[in-house]
């Protein structure tokens, strides 16, 4: 099942005239979300009748999920799409790879931190885990480029700088954040800002 994820996007993008919309557009399997819980919730909440009461137990298949993700997922197709908006027709097209890991950059990762500081007084408002859609909403800045978040934890710049309609890996920057997203990038006249799932926020200055 494909999904449209998030909001769209409407600006002009580089190297066609007109209004364009972007999209990020994710996959998942049935009615599950995308990408979805840390391996040993998951577990843990197909127990009928101690649910979450038992996540501990599976804490060995958690830590191998860690180390081997792709055991305890299937592969989650991902692209970021430019429609003309009074046409439908398609601008370009960037298909990144297949997102193959149980739950969203950071989710897994730093489940049991977040959840022990529930517990011990440290974080009590905290959240174990942040459960972000595939990507977060586009945004498409003064030069035409688009950028969106994907749960890989990335952030990616895609440009059709030759209006060819074709995206070629020239066109393409990504930067590694570190956790998924449920905001989007943020843009000020000459500034550039994104903020992950942990809370970590960076902030780039037009050179």
């Not at 993700?69 to 960037?94: C, E, H, M, N």
């Not at 859609?133 to 800045?141: R, T």
Request: proline letters at 8%; hydrophobic letters at 40%.
């Amino acid at each position: 099942m494909t999904r449209i994820w998030s909001s769209i996007e409407v600006g002009k993008v580089a190297g066609h005239p007109g209004t364009a919309l972007i999209l990020g557009m994710g996959k998942t399997e049935g009615l599950g979300l995308n990408p979805g819980l840390p391996t040993m919730v998951k577990m843990a909440l197909a127990t009928p009748y101690f649910g979450v009461q038992v996540a501990p137990l599976f804490l060995p298949f958690h830590l191998l999920s860690l180390s081997f993700p792709s055991l305890f997922s299937s592969k989650q197709g991902r692209s970021i799409v430019a429609l003309d908006a009074a046409t439908g027709k398609v601008l370009w097209y960037y298909e990144m790879e297949p997102y193959h890991r149980p739950a969203a950059a950071g989710d897994s990762e730093r489940f049991i931190e977040r959840f022990q500081a529930m517990f011990n007084g440290s974080n009590p408002n905290n959240e174990p885990w942040c459960l972000p859609d595939a990507n977060a909403q586009p945004v498409i800045d003064g030069a035409g480029t688009a950028y969106v978040g994907f749960q890989d934890g990335k952030v990616y710049a895609v440009r059709d700088e030759n209006g060819d309609g074709t995206i070629s890996p020239e066109e393409v920057k990504e930067h590694l954040v570190g956790a998924a997203f449920q905001a989007s990038v943020a843009m000020a006249p000459g500034l550039l800002a994104v903020v992950d799932c942990s809370g970590r926020l960076e902030v780039f200055q037009e050179p």
